[in-house]
């Protein structure tokens, strides 16, 4: 298991909350929690990609911004390379087409959720950079 796949994602934000995806049942790592996203398939870019994936899993068009992270993981059967990217819906509202479920949350919040391996980086980023800004009477 020498090749790696290239995966991107969306982190994408709704005030103060960002939109998390429960996998389906019968995925691998089904029912864990994950940021949208996908497969880059041959001739796309990692943007292109992240937008296709939107509009096929949530029935949105995304407006795709600046690099977040980039982040490898080792599963059991694949390894990833994961690159997530800060996005906005620019068309649409998000519906459930091929996940079990999904939520708007705070940062604070993730940690209620069991998330696959490789998101658990990006949430730790997250917490780290929305933790300071908190405001006391939110």
């Known amino acids: 298991m020498d ?4 995966v991107v994602a969306a982190l994408i ?4 909350r960002f939109l998390i995806c429960q996998r389906p049942e019968g995925k691998s790592r089904g029912l864990q929690w994950e940021f949208v996203g996908g497969k ?3 001739g796309e870019t990692k943007q292109q990609a992240l937008i296709r994936e939107c509009r096929e899993e ?3 068009t995304l407006s795709v911004g600046v690099e977040f992270l980039e982040v490898v993981h080792s599963y059991p059967d694949i390894t990833i390379c994961l690159t997530v990217f800060h996005a906005s819906i620019s068309q649409g509202t998000p519906k ?3 996940h ?3 939520r ?6 993730a940690g209620q959720f069991d998330f696959c ?3 658990r980086v990006i949430l730790n980023k997250i917490q780290k950079e929305h933790s300071h800004g908190e405001r006391a009477d939110s």
């Open 3 to 6: 090749d790696q796949i290239e």
């Open 104 to 109: 708007w949350i705070l940062p604070k919040e």
């Open 13 to 16: 934000w709704q005030g103060d």
């Open 100 to 102: 079990n479920d999904m």
């Open 96 to 98: 459930l087409l091929e």
């Open 117 to 119: 391996p490789a998101d």
């Open 58 to 60: 949530l029935d949105i």
């Open 40 to 42: 880059v398939e041959p």
